[in-house]
């Protein structure tokens, strides 16, 4: 074999390891980066944020309705006693 043709072989073979061996690190490395990064599957900070304020206002919004309701029931009882009382009182 002609010592030419070895040594380009041999110098080939050594760019072709090389090549590989730094495909293999990037792919590591990036694969590294995204398990560092958030998960795809939890939401991020904001929309956690987001949905919490949603949350916060609508339990307000429930509280006043329960206040209304709460009201319009002390009304009504106020009412049937005030009727009781006035159908009582003449007999």
């Known amino acids: ?3 030419d043709v070895a040594n380009f ?3 080939a073979a050594i760019i072709i390891g090389m090549a590989a061996s730094l495909a293999a690190i990037t ?3 990036v694969r590294g980066i995204q ?3 958030a998960p795809p599957g939890l939401p991020n ?3 956690f944020e987001q949905r919490f ?4 206002q609508s339990v307000d919004a429930i509280a006043v309705e329960v206040e209304r309701i709460a009201e319009a029931q002390r009304f009504s009882a106020k009412l049937l006693a005030e ?3 006035a159908h009582r009182l003449p007999r």
């Not at 304020?53 to 916060?56: G, I, M, S």
């Open 1 to 3: 074999m002609d010592p």
């Open 9 to 11: 072989a041999v110098v």
């Open 27 to 29: 792919r590591w490395f």
């Open 35 to 37: 398990k560092q990064s």
């Open 45 to 47: 900070l904001l929309q």
């Open 53 to 56: 304020d949603q949350l916060q």
């Open 83 to 85: 009727q009781g009382e």
